[in-house]
């Protein structure tokens, strides 16, 4: 019943050809942007990351923790809840020198669940900032869930309403190939705010509108 998934999911990501923001980035930088991006655009998480980087140099745990907190907020105002935000990096960077010696890639050796929980024991690091860290850092075969891909598991009847993160993951991950899940994050996100949007999809200019439930049923 849902074998068209997959066949969606590869006409997505060869109709969208979006490079993920991250590869540039360090696995900490990663991090960072992740929690910078939480209740806010990715526009203006990418700004505030940017003056983040332009007022303290690198960004890394020492150099967040060194850093007065009201520095912090100030480059962080761009991206809301500034405070919150410049207290959750302070308190991961410490997190990050004391229990990892400041050495966030050593995080990512073991087996992915111990790194998964790894991820999870940091401040303000819930499911999906520990998946994107693991799809793209670690390159495990995890599919991120984030709102715009809910949304979407919702319409293609793959995830009723109120499921938990978990069961959309557990869902899409057993309908996509391994080797196209981090891929699948990518252009599913970017159909989310292109065409599948939250309120209006545009299902007359989608290209797999042939083939998705929702188009017959709404
Ligand atoms: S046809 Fe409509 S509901 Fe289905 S994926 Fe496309 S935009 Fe979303």
Redesign the pocket.
């Known amino acids: 019943m849902t074998s068209w998934v997959r066949e969606?999911v590869k006409t997505?990501i060869e109709y969208y050809q979006v490079k993920w923001w991250g590869d540039d980035y360090t696995s900490f930088e990663i991090l960072v942007a992740t929690v910078l991006s939480q209740n806010t655009t990715d526009v203006n998480a990418r700004r505030a990351f940017d003056r983040l980087k332009k007022e303290i140099g690198e960004v890394t745990p020492q150099r967040l923790l060194s850093t007065e907190e009201s520095k912090l907020v100030e480059a962080l105002r761009v991206a809301g809840l500034a405070r919150v935000k410049a207290k959750r990096l302070q308190q991961i960077s410490k997190e990050v020198l004391e229990r990892f010696g400041g050495d966030f890639d050593s995080i990512f050796s073991g087996d992915v669940d111990s790194v998964r929980q790894k991820l999870l024991s940091l401040p303000g690091v819930g499911p999906k900032t520990a998946d994107v860290l693991l799809a793209f850092v670690k390159q495990a075969s995890v599919i991120p869930i984030d709102t715009h891909i809910f949304t979407?598991a919702e319409?293609?009847g793959i995830a009723p309403q109120r499921r938990s993160y978990e069961d959309v993951k557990k869902s899409l991950e057993s309908l996509i190939p391994e080797e196209i899940r981090a891929a699948a994050h990518v252009a599913l996100v970017e159909?989310g705010k292109r065409?599948?949007?939250a309120r209006n999809?545009?299902?007359e200019?989608?290209?797999?509108?042939g083939i998705?439930?929702?188009?017959s049923t709404?």
């Open positions: 969606a997505l979407i319409r293609w159909h065409l599948c949007k999809p545009l299902c200019q989608c290209p797999i509108s998705c439930p929702y188009p709404h």
